[in-house]
């Protein structure tokens, strides 16, 4: 059974960094397309990151680009969103997805596979 686990959110300062990490229970993590989204409360799930399997071909969102950084380390079976210059929009659960697939995808419908989430708040 495929497992995905978030940690690393918390309350965060206006300007601040956090750092996230998705740790796969998945046998051939290497092949998996990974991404982060997110959701404010009231909103749609929304893309924010994703990066391909050998971390060639990388997307942002457009709000978060400059100051986020995706990442992965296929020997840990875990991806990290790093984000800096945090600001109070930025306050939502922030989900793990992977996907089955060469190519890197956008939209949430191409994911296969969720963690539960982790809370970020970031305070003005």
């Known amino acids: 059974q495929v497992q995905l686990v978030e940690s690393g959110g918390g309350l965060v300062q206006a300007g601040g960094s956090l750092r996230l990490s998705c740790a796969a229970s998945?046998?051939?993590?290497?092949?998996?397309?990974m991404a982060w989204f997110r959701q404010a409360p009231g909103k749609e799930r929304e893309f924010v990151a994703a990066?391909?399997?050998?971390?060639?071909?990388?997307y942002y969102a457009d709000s978060v680009k400059g100051r986020f950084t995706i990442s992965r380390d296929n020997a840990k079976n875990t991806v990290y969103l790093q984000m800096n210059s945090l600001e109070p929009e930025g306050t939502a659960v922030y989900y793990c997805?992977?996907?089955?697939?060469?190519?890197?995808?956008?939209?949430?419908?191409?994911?296969?596979?969720w963690g539960q989430g982790t809370q970020v708040a970031v305070s003005s």
């Open positions: 998945l046998r051939t993590f290497s092949n998996y397309v």
């Open positions: 997805a992977g996907r089955t697939a060469e190519w890197v995808a956008r939209n949430k419908e191409a994911y296969n596979y």
């Open positions: 990066i391909s399997w050998s971390g060639g071909t990388i």
